[in-house]
């Protein structure tokens, strides 16, 4: 299994950047998808998740800035930035999470996001 994330990069505070994570080895469409992030010295916090159907969550602190969607076809979840701010600087990973009695997650890599002022 492989969820391969990318787009990170350096941007200006007000900005927007889009993150993708492709998946393989996984039946796609049979996982929740979350984004995290973690920035230095922080804890690790969950920025949005996508159910199997669809159907889509974020914590106060992006609502209204960050989009989370998903294209089954190939395989990806996106992460629509905007209105990006200097504490949004960190790495971002994504999550695929699925439901069989048990809970079977797996983790990309990450994506380092830097927001400058």
């Known amino acids: 299994v492989q969820l391969q994330a990318s787009g990170g990069g350096l941007v200006q505070a007000g900005g927007s950047l889009r993150l993708s994570c492709v998946a393989s080895?996984?039946?796609?469409?049979?996982?929740?998808m979350v984004w995290h992030r973690q920035a230095p010295g922080k804890q690790r916090e969950r920025v949005a998740s996508?159910?199997?159907?669809?159907?889509?969550n974020y914590p106060d602190f992006v609502k209204g800035r960050f989009t989370i969607s998903r294209d089954n076809a190939k395989n990806t979840v996106y992460l629509q930035m905007n209105s990006l701010k200097p504490e949004d600087t960190a790495v971002y990973y994504c999550?695929?999470?699925?439901?069989?009695?048990?809970?079977?997650?797996?983790w990309g890599q990450g994506t380092l996001v830097t927001v400058s002022s």
């Open positions: 996508i159910s199997s159907g669809g159907s889509t």
């Open positions: 080895g996984i039946i796609f469409s049979d996982y929740g």
């Open positions: 999550n695929a999470n699925r439901w069989t009695g048990k809970l079977v997650s797996y």
